[in-house]
DNA sequence: AATATGGATTTCACTAGGTGGAACGCTATG
DNA sequence: CATAGCGTTCCACCTAGTGAAATCCATATT
């Protein structure tokens, strides 16, 4: 048998985690790969250097660069989304109380987070979730996007998921038809319990509820409202604000369609 | 200044080089990496263990695999077209006695071969040149597909183009819209002189000439017909020939478009 | 202001891991 | 049958990668 290269293996195990989870600190690479940071650091920075990746100046997390090759994202229509929806999300935060998360489809059936509202001294929760790219089948954001798909879309999209999903994704992967119907009866997506539930990357357990932006067929994103799990219940939270959430998606689906007109 | 890692930059110089080229041997990637066949393989066989190549079984040369985040490409369209231009190659083939390949385009402004005549008892070039992808700038097929675009879509892909381009290709990104001016002019696209010249790679230096398939704005693919530069000058085939394969392309786009509708 | 915390980064001695020239076996060509 | 070029294997060499520990640095806490 031909001998392997673990260096190699080493770098694309890096860019598998970065390109499924979008931004990544080098303690969370560290984490999910099982690699001294050392080793991490020199592995990046030659990702970094051949572009594959860009690391942000001010906190030096790690997203995918100009020479990876994307599947065809759509950076325009990203940035026409974060305008749409920058003055709705922030009235929606004031009126509900709650962090409000904003999200894009990448164009693989997976959404990365563009816009927040979240702040840590208001909602107890980490802002620096912008570029993250949360799970198609246990997060709130991921599951009302896909149950908003039309049926062949949303068939093709999972297929294709299926294939790079392991560990917990992989039985979340299989459950998601019968938790894309519960979506569509009680029209919103939650997030798994315990889905990323590491408090220390939100300083508590969050809860979240999100719904699709846009008409079927035709889905430009996701909106969820997001707190701190010990606060409320989903069922309070549903009650109290799935309208105000609802009526916000609208806004920022119509907004999105003029801005483009 | 952090060290970096020279494995990893030699498996990102090999998945580049074999994700601009499409198919390549072993020989090609050592000739344009600059290293040597064991590294090589080594690190291929990483690859492919680790999915982002896969390796044919009858030639163990290598193409990207099912990790490798990839451009869109349509495999149907290609389909289509390599039905609907079969016959019509061959028979270009009997009237001129040149090869003639058949190429579609990938969705980055790229084309890949999909069927060729060449054999190369009869014209003195290698034949398995399906599934590369020659250079958009320096190729024939290349420059032909760049050149039927519409303005706005051939800005869109040299921008992204540009990119990616290194080297000898960078030179040649930067004189391209002269090229693709006198291709326009002309009615031809032609092979850059030296491009791929190596004659261990087709038995021969090769000329080359190219035109769209498709009406502008909706480009399907490219014809070329394709020979040994010491037996023909360009100018004497496109006298002789250019016309034939006008018609050729013209037979392949309504049958594209019949087999579609 | 001082202290504590938890990241990112640098250092450095060690040696596992990668290297590549040379040799091999195979297949197609002449 | 000889030749050429390919992919692949071998193996002695030693560099290039490693990772525990130390250091730096920014932010949060007292």
């Known amino acids: 048998m031909t001998k392997l290269n673990r260096s ?5 195990s890096i860019l598998e985690v970065i390109s499924s989870n979008g931004v990544c600190s080098l303690a969370f690479l560290a984490e999910r790969t099982g690699l001294p940071k050392p080793t991490i650091l020199r592995i990046c920075a030659t990702l970094v250097q051949q572009r594959w990746l860009t690391q942000s100046r001010s906190d030096s997390r790690y997203r995918v660069g100009s020479r990876f090759p994307r599947v065809n994202s759509h950076p325009d229509s990203i940035d026409s989304l974060v ?7 922030l009235a929606l935060t004031d009126a509900t109380g709650l962090g409000v998360d904003l999200a894009a489809p990448i164009g693989n059936g997976r959404v990365e987070i563009v816009d927040t509202t979240r702040t840590f001294s208001e909602h107890g929760i980490f802002p620096d979730c912008i570029g993250y790219r949360p799970s198609p089948f246990r997060s709130a954001l ?6 908003a798909l039309e049926p062949e879309q949303e068939a ?12 917990k994704d992989r ?7 019968a938790k894309l119907r519960e979506v569509r009866a009680q029209g919103f997506a939650t997030r798994e319990d315990g889905y990323w539930g590491r408090a220390v990357d939100y300083g508590g357990i969050p809860s979240a509820i999100a719904v699709a932006i ?12 997001i707190w701190l799990a010990e606060q409320h219940s989903v069922a309070s939270v549903a009650k109290a604000h799935l309208d105000k959430l609802n009526a916000t998606a609208q806004e920022i689906g119509k907004l999105y369609a003029a801005n483009l007109g």
Do not use: D, K, W
């Not at 039985?171 to 038809?177: D, E, F, I, M, W």
């Open 171 to 177: 039985a979340a992967a299989l459950a998601l038809p």
């Open 142 to 147: 991921g599951c009302a996007f896909l149950a």
């Open 156 to 167: 093709e999209y999972s297929a294709r998921l299926a294939v790079h999903t392991t560990g």
């Open 214 to 225: 846009g008409s079927p067929g035709h889905i430009v994103g996701a909106v969820s409202l």
């Open 8 to 12: 190699v293996e080493r770098g694309l």
């Open 83 to 89: 305008e749409a929806g920058a003055s709705a999300i």
